[in-house]
């Protein structure tokens, strides 16, 4: 079933009708040896035929983008799958903002005067942006690829259709709620998760940057782990605070890829071995903030994405639907 189709009906047998009547006109042309008029309509031929129409079909389990050349008689076609992972990225300003127009202040020349005039007539706001659209296997590696000029209700379409049964303030909600029901235990049991999970950001920084102490951080969170089963000392607990504290690097002194890793994986662990002082949950709420920030940061090292392209990439989604997961009260 179709959910939603471009109207290029038209356009494409608009296309086909001028084919004819151009190769219609050329063998004309040349049969009765006018020859420079014939010269310049199979000019006028070869460029309009390297004109492609694109069609985009949301169907009900799968998305088509089709791309028509050669006056609509040759389609190449791609198809994305609901449950493909899909990444779509843009390298444009987001949908409503200004559009980058460069200003021509010379208007005292005449072509000056003309570009100021042209331009009043270009839209100030973006309603329309190329997109590409990625197909994705199990190690991030991309199958297949497509590039399409958009508007604002086809890229919906699409970030509604691929894995987006969440967004950031559904997750953001949900991540709320699952912790306020969760108790002490389990509450714990997901803080030591991903303080073991951001170990290894850490543990590279170290390496990189000779700086920190990767030993110290893991002792903390064995310390954290113990505490799960209520066998570690809340003295030594206390004693690990500072020390983490110290070698938390700050972005001052470390402000690559890396420095961010290294300060969420410390910060993670410091704000666990808070939790385990005084139990209060916000703890909780921060160190799964500081995970999905590092995951943010990762995307981030692949382009400079839009707030939307963010949240619509399979690394965000997948981490989400993690940390959700893992907040989650069994019954």
């Avoid at 030591?192 to 390496?207: A, G, H, N, R, S």
């Avoid at 000392?233 to 420095?259: C, R, T, Y």
């Amino acid at each position: 079933m179709i959910i939603y189709k471009r109207n290029i009906e038209k356009k494409l047998l608009s296309f086909r009708i001028l084919f004819f009547i151009l190769s219609t006109s050329c063998f004309l042309a040349f049969t009765f040896q006018y020859n420079n008029l014939a010269y310049f309509l199979l000019l006028i031929f070869f460029t309009i035929s390297i004109i492609g129409i694109k069609d985009f079909i949301v169907f009900e389990d799968y998305l088509q983008v089709s791309k028509y050349y050669f006056f609509g008689f040759i389609k190449r076609k791609w198809e994305f799958n609901k449950v493909d992972r899909i990444k779509v990225s843009s390298f444009y300003s987001d949908f409503g903002q200004n559009s980058d127009v460069s200003n021509y202040d010379n208007t005292g020349t005449g072509v000056g005067c003309l570009l100021s005039i042209i331009l009043f007539f270009i839209p100030s706001k973006i309603t329309n942006k190329e997109f590409k659209i990625e197909s994705l296997n199990d190690k991030n590696t991309v199958i297949k690829s497509v590039k399409i000029i958009i508007d604002n209700q086809e890229f919906n379409f699409i970030k509604d259709y691929f894995n987006r049964t969440i967004d950031y303030k559904k997750y953001n909600t949900q991540l709320k709620s699952n912790i306020s029901n969760l108790s002490y235990k389990p509450q714990l049991e997901f803080a030591v998760l991903i303080c073991k999970k951001l170990y290894f950001d850490y543990q590279k920084f170290v390496e990189v940057y000779n700086w920190g102490d990767a030993n110290l951080l893991m002792d903390a969170i064995l310390i954290c782990e113990q505490a799960i089963e209520n066998t570690a000392d809340i003295n030594q607990v206390n004693a690990f605070l500072p020390k983490i504290d110290l070698i938390a690097p700050h972005m001052d002194d470390f402000g690559s890829e890396l420095g961010s890793y290294a300060l969420n994986a410390s910060a993670s662990v410091y704000e666990t071995l808070q939790f385990i002082t005084d139990k209060d949950s916000t703890h909780i709420y921060s160190i799964a903030t500081h995970y999905t920030d590092t995951i943010d940061f990762k995307i981030q090292e692949e382009n400079e994405l839009i707030e939307l392209e963010i949240e619509n990439h399979p690394l965000m989604i997948e981490a989400w639907n993690f940390v959700l997961e893992r907040t989650k009260l069994n019954d």
